[in-house]
Nanobody
Framework: QVQLVESGGGLVQTGGSLRLSCAAS????????MAWFRQAPGKEREFVSA????????YYADSVKGRFTISRDNSKTTVHLQMNSLKPEDTAVYYC??????????????????WGQGTQVTVSS
């Protein structure tokens, strides 16, 4: 497993941008698929985006396609989520996750075995 620490959350107005970062410990970072999930109040945690080991493959939930961009830097053991054109419905706690299951048609919580503590993103209308 790896230890994950998210940062970069905050309060932003509708249409604004935020960049989330996830710092990972451990020398095996480059062997993990990395993902972002989010959980809004009263809702289940949902998949947002994921990226393959090398960064050559990236995957997005339909709700964020064209607005969010995931990236990773294996030399710095970090993964980022650039969020543009934010909407109030993007308000949630965002979690970074690491796992070894390749993306097929989607990801669930159970596909990941390491999680960060989460960072709050609030988009005001």
């Amino acid at each position: 497993q790896v230890q994950l620490v998210e940062s970069g959350g905050g309060l932003v107005q509708t249409g604004g941008s935020l960049r989330l970062s996830c710092a990972a410990s451990g020398r095996t970072f480059s062997t993990y698929y990395m993902a972002w999930f989010r959980q809004a109040p009263g809702k289940e945690r949902e998949f947002v985006s994921a990226i393959s080991w090398t960064g050559g493959g990236s995957y997005y939930a339909d709700s964020v396609k064209g607005r969010f961009t995931i990236s990773r830097d294996n030399s710095k053991t970090t993964v980022h989520l650039q969020m543009n054109s934010l909407k109030p419905e993007d308000t949630a706690v965002y979690y970074c996750a690491a796992g070894r299951i390749p993306y097929v048609i989607g990801y669930r919580d159970a596909d990941f075995d390491s999680w960060g503590q989460g960072t709050q993103v609030t988009v005001s209308s």
